[in-house]
């Protein structure tokens, strides 16, 4: 059953979006996307939270995220958020189809 994950990245000084656009330079952003079961993986700006990064992450399955949770991209990504000191806060919404 597909689902999305939105994760919402806080931190001070603008570290948020410093983290977001190193993540797309250091090429973990395409790398995400191009594993298998990865449905959307995006970056948005709150309007009124400038200190806020919202992560939408969209996966075809539970084993598809799984599999990307054990992947080597998961430390790289952890250390860059110690490095801009970043707090999460994660919601998961799962897709019902009604027939």
Known sequence: MAFTVNIYYTGIG??????AKEMKASGLVDKIRAEKGNLRYEYFLPLDDPETLLLIDAWESEEALDYHHKSPMMAQIAALREKYHLKMRVKKYHEITKE
Do not use: D, K, L, P
Request: net charge neutral; no cysteine; proline share 0%.
């Open 14 to 19: 603008g570290s948020a979006r410093e983290f």
